[in-house]
Structure formats: structure tokens, C-alpha cells
């Protein structure tokens, strides 16, 4: 493939990869490591696999047919575009507010922000969200693209030093008395199912690389081929996958067996992150990484609201049907907007409700995110399975076999989840 058109192609999968690397990665990847050591390793490798052909539909879907799964979804019935509506809607005020937690976490850990405000403790949650809308509604998909290719580079580099400093330095040498944890009894469960759950993400936001393809495509004035943007999707969401097995080793080395846990308000949260960069890297990498820590932060939420906020707006789009209502839709990107503000205000409303219980918001997120994973998967398969769908562009034997292993996976750990509670 020859480089200009592999540059001119960039863009969604990076933007799926620093969407992937914030809660999933920085928060339950490193617990997973300061909790258990390496006994979850397995499954972040198994997520990461399994659920792979279902987000690599999302762009291939969009690349051989010119629009997004959530039009798929239409093609199946309006019964399955309502219930993809309510699944969004059931679970974007949590997603956001969980992401928008830790973000803003980092985002105060850097700059300080609640001594400046201290009658208002969501001061900045609220900043970070502010700043977030002001980008997409201003700047749009293009600033969005150019803002996480930045943030991208810095999260890798970063991330990939500290992993290599750590084995160099070896692992922190654990209390005499330690005894592992268990995995299998019911709080080790839980939070399997939600590191799970969001490793790399939600199976449901699979729709938004789909989206993210055709914006691309829209805003570059260049249709890539179907091989070119597969191979930029394996990019972003392979790099991801390495991503998430140093930041789990990071927890395990500097954390497990020591006695220490990581906290669960999102300020404490962010300072232990980066004194364990911070520890592996030397003193003097402190604000290098504390930047970087909240680069990954700040990429994830603004890919959420933007994603949650274009899917909301093809969705409605889609169930209007009425053309003259459809064009008044698309005017001024009212519904994008009103999306995002709608999604901003309930993620506030949340994050003010759970208050600092950071672990909790997140594992609701997460979980609720796992237990619809195998609808979404079985209906992303069909779409690129299905009479219709053009014969080059279906996956090969080996895709689908893995897709059928990846369903099978998911079915079982979300019936083994319930039948627990």
C-alpha cells in the first residue's frame, strides 16, 4: 500500500483507538494489574480478539456500502433501530459520565482546578465538558481529527516507555504475608465482567467507526479502498490491544502484592496513575506524563460525545422518514447538537449524583455495556453475511469463524454474569 494513501487515510481508527484507551485501558486495565497481578491477563487478550471482527465490520460495512451499520440496522427493521435507540439511550449518560470522571480526574491532577473553585467540586468535570463541546460544535470532525492524531502520538510514546522502564526495573517486591485475591467469587466476577466489558470498548459502539469512515471520507474529499481501510482500522485497534497488556503490566509490577490499592474518587485515581508512571520513568518525567495522562483522558471523551452524538442524530435521522422533516433535521446539524448537549448535561447529572464513588460508575457502565455485546454482535455479522452484501467484500472463513467463537463468548460470560447475581 503506498504511504500518501495510507496518510490520507488515517483517521477513524486512530480516533477508535484513543476512544478505546481511557476508562478501558488507563483505569481497568491498570486495576486489573494492582488487583491480580497477571490472573486477568487472559481475559484482556480474549476480549481484545474476540470481540474484533465485530468492530472491523463497522468499517467494513461502511466502506463497501456508503453508509453506516446504524442504516444496517434499518435494513433488518425499524423494531431493530428502536432498539438500538433505546440501548444508546440507556447507556450514554453512564458511558460519558464515567469517561468524564476519570478525564476530569487528570484534568485537575495537571492543572490544579479545584483550588480555584473550591465551592464548586464539579468545576472540573464542568470545564472539561465545556471545552469538549466547544471543539466539536466549532471545529467539528476536522479539528476532532487533527486533536486526537496529536493526542494519539503523545498517549503511545508515553505508554510504550514506561512499559519497557518497568521491565527494566523489574516488579516491586511484594508484602511477606500477601495472599492473592480470588478471581472466581463475586466481587472478582464483577469486575471481570466489566473489565470485560469495555476491553477494548462496547461492542455496541462499533456503529461509530462505520460513522467516523464515511465522515472521513466526506471531509477529505478521498474514497479509500476497502483494503486500505481495513489495514488503518487494524492499526488503531491492534495498537490498542498492546496498549492494554502494558497497562495492566504496569499495575502488576508496581502495585500487586504491595498492599496498596488504587483509589476510587477520580482525583486520587489520577495522582496514583501518574506517581506510578512517575516511579517507573524517574522524578523528572512527572509532567510529561501527567500530560500525557490526560491527553488519553481528554481524546476518549471527546471521541464519546461525539460518537453517542452522531449515532443519536443518524438514528433519529433514519426513524423520521418524512423528508421534509429529515432536511429540517440536517439544517444547522441541530440534532448533532442538541445531542451533544443533551448527552453533556446527563453525563453531569450523573457524575454529580455517584459523587467520588469513581469505581462504581464505571463498573455500571461497563457491565451494562457487556450484557447487550452479543445482540450487537450477532447482528453486525449478519449485515456482512446477508443476501445483498457485495460478494468481495464479505469476511473470509477465518473471520467468521472467529466472529461465531466471539458471539459464543459473549453469550456465555454475559449467562454465567447473570446466573451469579
Known amino acids: 500500500m503506498k504511504l500518501h494513501h495510507l496518510l490520507r487515510t488515517l483517521g477513524p481508527g486512530i480516533l477508535f483507538a484513543s476512544t478505546a484507551i481511557g476508562v478501558s485501558h488507563l483505569v481497568q486495565s491498570t486495576r486489573a494489574g494492582a488487583d491480580y497481578g497477571f490472573a486477568l491477563l487472559w481475559a484482556v487478550v480474549a476480549a481484545n480478539v474476540l470481540k474484533f471482527p465485530f468492530f472491523e465490520f463497522g468499517s467494513r460495512y461502511a466502506s463497501a456500502t456508503g453508509e453506516s451499520l446504524i442504516d444496517g440496522y434499518k435494513r433488518i427493521g425499524k423494531g431493530m433501530l428502536w432498539l438500538y435507540l433505546a440501548v444508546t439511550i440507556c447507556s450514554m449518560f453512564f458511558v460519558a459520565a464515567a469517561v468524564s470522571a476519570v478525564g476530569a480526574g487528570f484534568f485537575d491532577h495537571l492543572f490544579g482546578l479545584s483550588d480555584l473553585w473550591k465551592g464548586f467540586p464539579l468545576y472540573p468535570v464542568a470545564l472539561l465538558i465545556v471545552l469538549c463541546l466547544f471543539i466539536l460544535i466549532w471545529g467539528q470532525y476536522k479539528m476532532l481529527d487533527k486533536t486526537i492524531k496529536i493526542v494519539g502520538t503523545i498517549m503511545v510514546v508515553t505508554t510504550l516507555l514506561?512499559?519497557?522502564?518497568?521491565?527494566?526495573?523489574?516488579?516491586?517486591?511484594?508484602?511477606?504475608?500477601?495472599?492473592?485475591?480470588?478471581?472466581?467469587?463475586?466481587?472478582?466476577?464483577?469486575?471481570?465482567?466489566?473489565?470485560?466489558?469495555?476491553?477494548?470498548?462496547a461492542v455496541d459502539l462499533s456503529t461509530w467507526n462505520s460513522?467516523?469512515?464515511?465522515?472521513?471520507?466526506?471531509?477529505?474529499?478521498?474514497?479509500?479502498?476497502l483494503r486500505a481501510t481495513l489495514f488503518e482500522f487494524h492499526i488503531g485497534y491492534?495498537?490498542?490491544?498492546?496498549?492494554?497488556?502494558?497497562?495492566?503490566?504496569?499495575?502488576?509490577?508496581?502495585?500487586?502484592?504491595?498492599?496498596?490499592?488504587?483509589?476510587?474518587?477520580?482525583?486520587?485515581?489520577?495522582?496514583?496513575?501518574?506517581?506510578?508512571y512517575t516511579a517507573a520513568m524517574g522524578g523528572w518525567s512527572y509532567y510529561l506524563i501527567a500530560t500525557a495522562a490526560f491527553s488519553i483522558m481528554f481524546g476518549t471523551v471527546i471521541g464519546v460525545l461525539d460518537g453517542y452524538a452522531r449515532a443519536l442524530e443518524r438514528t433519529l435521522w433514519l426513524l423520521a422518514d418524512s423528508p421534509e422533516l429529515q432536511n429540517r433535521m440536517h439544517k444547522g446539524r441541530r440534532v448533532y447538537v442538541f445531542g451533544l448537549l443533551t448527552i453533556a448535561l446527563g453525563a453531569f447529572g450523573v457524575i454529580a449524583y455517584f459523587g467520588n464513588q469513581l469505581k462504581a460508575l464505571v463498573d455500571v457502565a461497563t457491565t451494562l455495556s457487556f450484557l447487550i455485546a452479543p445482540l450487537v454482535a450477532v447482528v453486525n455479522l449478519w449485515l456482512v453475511t446477508r443476501p445483498g452484501f457485495p460478494e468481495e467484500a464479505r469476511p473470509g472463513l477465518a473471520m467468521?469463524?472467529?466472529?461465531?467463537?466471539?458471539?459464543?463468548?459473549?453469550?456465555?460470560?454475559?449467562?454465567?454474569?447473570?446466573?451469579?447475581?
Open 211 to 225: 460513522l467516523w469512515t464515511l465522515e472521513r471520507i466526506k471531509s477529505s474529499g478521498f474514497k479509500p479502498s
Open 238 to 276: 491492534w495498537l490498542s490491544a498492546i496498549l492494554a497488556v502494558c497497562f495492566l503490566t504496569l499495575g502488576a509490577y508496581l502495585v500487586y502484592g504491595t498492599g496498596k490499592e488504587m483509589p476510587e474518587a477520580s482525583a486520587a485515581f489520577s495522582k496514583r496513575v501518574v506517581e506510578l
Open 162 to 201: 514506561a512499559f519497557v522502564l518497568v521491565l527494566k526495573n523489574g516488579r516491586v517486591e511484594p508484602m511477606a504475608d500477601f495472599q492473592a485475591p480470588a478471581v472466581w467469587n463475586s466481587a472478582g466476577i464483577a469486575f471481570l465482567i466489566a473489565l470485560m466489558g469495555w476491553m477494548p470498548t
Open 400 to 421: 467468521r469463524l472467529l466472529s461465531y467463537a466471539g458471539i459464543a463468548f459473549l453469550t456465555g460470560f454475559s449467562l454465567f454474569y447473570l446466573w451469579n447475581l
